[in-house]
């Protein structure tokens, strides 16, 4: 399970809760302009934006959760079990999808109007690697999008909220949030009421859709930010609504998961603030944004 979230003002900040049974060699990645990025279709390409993320190193190529560029467009992949379907034939492989996105182009609409014509295909990054079943938020300041591709080929989505998680789709989640329109946070009057009870009803488990709704609740009575500052700390106390605690949602075979991260973005200066399983304080990842190459940022450093 995963919940991605954008938030636009002052600042355009873009991040996401991953929830995993464990870890996956996580740690933050840098790829400067000029490093040689090399696509399964056998494009290489030398020059693109700057890309910053977090991920799992695959050799020379960066295996993006999600990332951002140097242009302002931020991508995430979130578990979409059970209607990801990705087909032999296509432009791009699932595993260097995010990557590819960030290198081609610079804004979210752009993006999103090249996908409707694309197929990602399931080629494996290597031998019992196969594609991960996932669909995607794309985003940049002004707007954001859900791909999800299925087995009836590729959908794109105008997202107004920017809010993403998992299975089911997001027509459906779209028309799930709908029902819950009566939820208020207004002080309710009344014997048994008081504060807090115009929100009677607001999901409170782990599923996918109560997340989605639970976390558009919280984004749209948010007040408006004068600093950075007060903003990155709204970012994560909504991501705190949607976390995964340990040991509150098992999987099929009885494990676990949590979340293994929270990260967030400030996309037009390129830095990213982490809060990890085990820390009880939020770090900026610093670097040095000349350095050239793909290299590692460690995350518990």
Known sequence: MCTALTLASPSFLFGRNLDLVGNFGERGLFVSPNYPLRFSSGEIMNEHPSMLGIGARGGDFPLFAEAISSTGLAVAGLNYPGLACFSPKGQVAQYEFIAYVLAHYKK???AASAIKGMLINDHPFAPKMGPAPLHYLVSDAHSSFVIEQEKDGMH???NPYGILTNSPGFCIQKANLDGFSQLRNSYVKGPYAGLGY???GLPGDNSPLSRFVRLNFYKK???DF????KELVAFFHLLSSVRVVEGSTLDENGQAEETIYSSCYEVEDMRLFVQTKDSLSVKEITFDKEKEGF???PLDA
């Open 198 to 200: 115009g929100a009677v």
């Open 156 to 158: 794109v989505y105008p």
């Open 226 to 229: 004068q600093t950075l500052d």
């Open 108 to 110: 979210a609409e752009e």
């Open 295 to 297: 290299f590692d940022l």
């Open 221 to 223: 009575h948010l007040g």
